[in-house]
């Protein structure tokens, strides 16, 4: 199994590009068309965001397994999984739960940072990613 690493591994990239895509299209929609039908897209988006996160999830974990790199050994890991939980909580936020636009925006805006941070740590396999570059005195 090993041998489609290669192949696991890209499919997993591309999966959590669409994923981070298809949120940010999704929260755009909401936020933009606050109290307009939005019958057409959304349902759509919502479902290609079901599909999709489920196929990223299950190439992460093939991904683990086959890479023998866990979250209790791996800090990087554990770094992204835990800023996964909140990046679900911050969308779910600005996607459903916020009482106000303001707070959507909010709450749209943080966990599209937090992603980015996510995607930093994935790419350096740092528990700081970007940030591990910086100086801190």
């Not at 966990?111 to 930093?120: D, L, N, R």
């Amino acid at each position: 199994m090993i041998e489609f690493y290669p192949q696991i591994k890209l499919f997993h990239i591309a999966t959590v590009i669409l994923s981070g895509s298809i949120f940010a299209l999704r929260g755009l929609v909401i936020l933009v068309r606050q109290g307009q039908s939005n019958s057409g897209v959304l349902p759509l988006l919502k479902w290609s965001s079901y599909i999709n996160d489920t196929l990223l999830l299950s190439a992460g974990l093939l991904l683990m397994h086959l890479t023998q790199q866990y979250p209790v050994n791996d800090p990087w890991l554990s770094a992204k999984l835990s800023l996964l939980v909140l990046y679900i909580g911050l969308g779910m936020t600005a996607l459903r739960i916020g009482r106000t636009l303001t707070q959507r925006r909010l709450f749209f805006v943080m966990a599209i940072a937090v992603y980015m941070f996510m995607f930093s740590i994935a790419r350096s396999h740092h528990p700081l990613g970007i940030l591990a570059s910086y100086p801190f005195n």
